[in-house]
């Protein structure tokens, strides 16, 4: 299975990275980290040595309730260090973790190879058809709601069934606006409770559409430190937990904020494999 960025194919027959690069002051685990460009290039720097294929630059806090930036704050935030991860680090494939798709289109105009929208694009009704447009691939993540009232009682006929539902039409949708790599992203956390996320990991291959790669996001998720009684600092064991479970069950990127761990889970998992 592969998907075309800058005109490369990248081979996901064995699993890949996204590290998460939050240009936020308010992001759940690490907002205001790396809100100057110096810091956001070393902490890109790091995920690339430790096994990162993808970089995923965000602007604007996704988590429960959070506040709406506009689309000129974030384009602030994340334009300048797109454009100096480009220039640092030519070859990395730069994502864009947006919904709106005119800061798709200038991120990237700067240097970004892919979109990742939170809503799938149900937030702005010219993302697909820009996408399309732009020629990269679209990361489609299935969210009920959005993150200001996302969590206010989100309920399913049947999770599974629901959300597969939802992917069969987005890649329909997709297809017809031009993009040719679309990439599913069930979207755990996002108008889910703790029952619907470990339902939905449970039962992950069945969500499964065949020649579609699928993106995992539990990195120090609530689903892991809420269950747990700890802080969300104490999440990485957890989290490692959560990947490993969803690379068994084929996910074929793993978006991340600890690089490190979950390539050595990719490795010890494709080791498994082929004992």
């Known amino acids: 299975m592969n998907i075309s960025c800058k005109g490369k194919l990248i081979d996901l027959t064995t699993p890949k990275i996204m590290g998460i690069l939050n240009l936020t002051p308010d992001s759940f685990y690490d907002g205001g980290l790396y809100n100057n460009t110096d810091r956001a290039l070393a902490q890109t720097e790091k995920m690339l040595l430790e096994g990162a294929t993808f970089i995923d630059v965000g602007g604007a806090s996704s988590k429960p309730g959070a506040v709406e930036v506009s689309a000129d704050e974030e384009l602030a935030r994340v334009l300048p260090v797109i454009e100096k991860i480009h220039i640092k680090f030519p070859d990395t494939l730069i994502s864009i973790d947006t919904y709106r798709s005119d800061v798709a289109q200038q991120a990237v105009a700067a240097g970004a190879a892919m979109v990742n929208d939170i809503s799938g694009g149900n937030l702005d009704a010219k993302m697909l058809k820009t996408v399309g447009a732009l020629g990269v691939p679209f990361v489609a993540m299935h969210m009920q709601g959005k993150p200001q009232n996302m969590q206010d009682k989100p309920s399913y006929d049947n999770i599974l069934t629901d959300i597969r539902s939802f992917f069969a039409a987005k890649i329909d949708a997709a297809h017809k606006a031009g993009i040719h790599d679309i990439i599913i992203d069930p979207g755990f956390g996002f108008g889910k409770t703790l029952e619907h996320n470990y339902a939905l990991l449970k039962h992950l291959s069945s969500i499964q559409m065949d020649g579609v790669p699928m993106l995992i996001g539990v990195s120090r998720k609530s689903m892991i430190y809420k269950l747990l009684q700890i802080e969300?600092?104490?999440?990485?064991?957890?989290?490692?937990?959560?990947?490993?479970?969803?690379?068994?069950?084929?996910?074929?990127?793993?978006?991340?904020?600890?690089?490190?761990?979950?390539?050595?889970?990719?490795?010890?998992?494709?080791?498994?494999?082929?004992?």
């Open 232 to 275: 969300v600092a104490e999440a990485g064991n957890g989290t490692s937990v959560l990947n490993t479970v969803a690379l068994q069950q084929g996910a074929q990127i793993i978006r991340v904020h600890d690089v490190k761990e979950a390539h050595q889970a990719v490795q010890l998992i494709e080791k498994l494999k082929n004992a």
